[in-house]
């Protein structure tokens, strides 16, 4: 059963620290998406990568946060500073190039 | 620009029909999507209703979709407490392969 998978699942960081989030996409899918999701803002999409290339990163504040694929089965979303109001769950979908992305279990990120 | 609109909130008595509705702005959509999401998880596809159909049947789930009004629907026959859960409409971008532009959920609770 074919699933994406994140790391960590629950981080509890201080203000001012590095936190990495790393997903692991589905064998085979070629995108590669990161969205943030809390209480007041809903769903917003950070990044989308095609075979492993930035497509779209306009959602994502570039003073602080960057997202790479340094291969086809790892994606990482880093925040440096990190600050109170990143507090958020971070999810990772991969899909194919046109039809369903498919969600990983979130990254539940606590900034204090 | 793209929106999904739904709204907030729906509450139903276990075993009656539950309806949750969509409306959506990109008229080139290809692919309409029906996401669910439990307490603590990520999202998972419930089911996808391709642009050229207007009705799509999948044991207690039936997608309705009225392309002149931009109406999408999902209706949960039998509705059990299981069900409880939010509920993301979300259609694909236009040419943009399968970015997604998701609704803000409906939160949909089954009483006993």
């Known amino acids: 059963d074919a699933r994406v998978t994140q790391t960590p699942r629950h981080k509890v960081t201080e203000m001012g620290q590095e936190v990495t989030m790393r997903c692991q996409p589905i064998l085979g899918h070629n995108t590669v998406f990161w969205y943030r999701q809390t209480m007041m803002q809903g769903l917003e999409l950070l990044a989308y990568?095609?075979?492993?290339?930035?497509?779209?990163d306009s959602g994502m504040p570039k003073d602080r946060f960057s997202a790479e694929m340094p291969d086809a089965t790892l994606a990482t979303l880093k925040i440096q500073p990190s600050e109170p109001r990143d507090s958020a769950v971070y999810f990772c979908a991969s899909g194919l190039e046109v039809g369903e992305q498919y969600f990983g279990p979130g990254t539940r990120l606590t900034v204090t | 620009g793209e929106d999904v609109e739904q709204s907030l909130f729906l509450s139903v008595r276990e075993g009656d029909s539950s309806v949750i509705n969509c409306t959506y702005t990109?008229?080139?959509?290809?692919?309409l999507y029906w996401y669910k999401q439990e307490p603590g998880a990520g999202l998972q596809l419930l089911t996808y209703?391709?642009?050229?159909?207007d009705m799509k049947q999948d044991q207690r789930l039936t997608v309705l979709l009225n392309k002149k009004d931009k109406h999408l629907s999902l209706r949960i026959a039998d509705t059990q407490t299981g069900d409880s859960a939010i509920y993301f409409c979300a259609e694909s971008i236009g040419n943009a392969g399968n970015m997604l532009t998701f609704g803000g959920g409906t939160r949909l609770m089954v009483k006993p």
């Open positions: 209703i391709f642009s050229n159909m």
């Open positions: 990109d008229s080139s959509s290809t692919y």
């Open positions: 990568f095609r075979n492993r290339a930035p497509l779209d």
